[in-house]
């Protein structure tokens, strides 16, 4: 029903279509003509007013420091190390048999000189002991004797035809048997010399008394420490050094810096392994001084010269640059005092405090800005307040 009326409907004539087309075209046309044209009357009303305001001055001429530089073909570098300082000897002294402490001659700190007797343990038991033994070879000595004129006198009956060979040989050799017992003797006389000397102990050099672990009457065992003694002469600084400059080490003048007070060191040599946590080689560097800085942390110093052409300025000059280059503002001088500012790359070679060594597109004595370079861009023109 409802296609039947849809068909039966009739279209508008054609004129009707075409004139409801063009006013619709012409009230479009219309509205965009009006708002173009107040598009413009606006722009136009901007402009005048515009054109009624006075233009803004000029913005004034910077006025900057700046720092002459010229090229060098070297640089001095200073390369600093952290380290320990050694006694050159240290020694843990022991007894070398027990018994009880009875002499102990030295403190903590006391200086002491080689050869000095430093403690001693109770030395009776041995000297009963050597007593004992001396005794047993007077008696030896005493039979020896005995046994020697009894062999002259056999030899003389023999002479006579009063004795046998045999009576001969058996004083004679009773004889060697005791002068062989004399000598068993001697040689226990001696062990017991030596156990005696061991009951000393005594400095094996110049130093000082660093700890003292036992006191008076302490019984003592074999290898039980007594005293720490360590070299008061010469001390020695250990520290790591990166292996490529281990070449340099021995040309280079360095210094040791211990609670602010800068030492002259002498280089010692090179440990022949490298360390296999720090990867470094182990330097020894033997400090000139007699004042007591054993066990103190410092700081080596080593002066040494970059043989590298290059310019040296102030690390505040530096500016990040594209592809890891930094870039220094340098000035290039125009007319009427003025000075345009312009940028060149380089590359940071060796930093020394708050100078840096660099090279780039900087070419023969150039004037650079050294600080506030934030406040510049590239063609901008300055004028320059001081030169350094």
Not at 57 to 85: C, E, K, L, Y
Not at 202 to 215: Q, T
């Amino acid at each position: 029903m409802s296609n039947s009326t849809a068909k039966d409907t009739p279209k508008p004539p054609l004129w009707k279509r075409t004139l409801r087309r063009g006013v619709t075209l012409t009230g479009t046309a219309s509205v965009i003509a009006v708002a173009a044209g107040a598009v413009w009357l606006g722009s136009a009303t901007l402009a005048t007013r515009a054109a009624a305001v006075d233009a803004p001055p000029p913005a004034p001429i910077s006025t900057v420091a700046a720092m002459r530089v010229a090229p060098a073909d070297t640089m001095n570098v200073t390369r600093s190390f952290h380290g320990q300082v050694e006694a050159a000897q240290t020694v843990n002294m022991s007894f070398e048999q027990g018994g009880r402490l009875n002499v102990l001659n030295v403190d903590e700190g006391d200086r002491v000189e080689a050869g000095q007797v430093l403690a001693k343990l109770d030395t009776r038991i041995l000297m009963a002991e050597r007593s004992r033994l001396i005794a047993s070879r007077d008696a030896l000595e005493a039979q020896a004797e005995l046994s020697r004129r009894t062999t002259d006198r056999q030899k003389e009956l023999r002479n006579r035809g009063f004795a046998s060979d045999q009576a001969v040989d058996n004083t004679a050799l009773n004889l060697a048997a005791l002068q062989a017992q004399i000598a068993e003797v001697d040689a226990a006389i001696m062990q017991v010399d030596v156990r005696l000397s061991q009951t000393e102990l005594l400095a094996p050099f110049d130093g000082i008394v660093g700890a003292r672990h036992v006191d008076l009457g302490a019984i003592m065992a074999v290898g039980t420490p007594v005293l720490d003694i360590r070299e008061d002469s010469a001390p020695i600084f250990r520290v790591g050094i990166d292996p490529k400059l281990a070449g340099t080490v021995e040309q280079t003048e360095a210094k040791v810096s211990l609670d602010g007070v800068a030492y002259d060191a002498r280089f010692v040599g090179f440990r022949p392994d490298l360390d296999a946590q720090t990867r470094t080689r182990t330097a020894l560097f033997e400090i000139e001084t007699d004042d007591p800085v054993y066990l103190a942390s410092g700081t080596l110093t080593l002066e040494s010269q970059l043989n590298q052409s290059g310019y040296a300025v102030p690390l505040r000059a530096l500016r990040d640059g594209v592809r890891g280059l930094w870039t220094v503002m340098v000035l290039t001088p125009g007319e009427d005092e003025l000075y345009t500012a312009a940028s060149a790359a380089v590359e940071v070679l060796q930093v020394e405090g708050d100078t840096a060594f660099v090279r780039g597109t900087l070419q023969g004595d150039a004037m650079i800005v050294p600080d506030g370079t934030h406040r510049l861009v590239p063609g901008d023109q300055v004028r320059i307040r001081e030169a350094q």
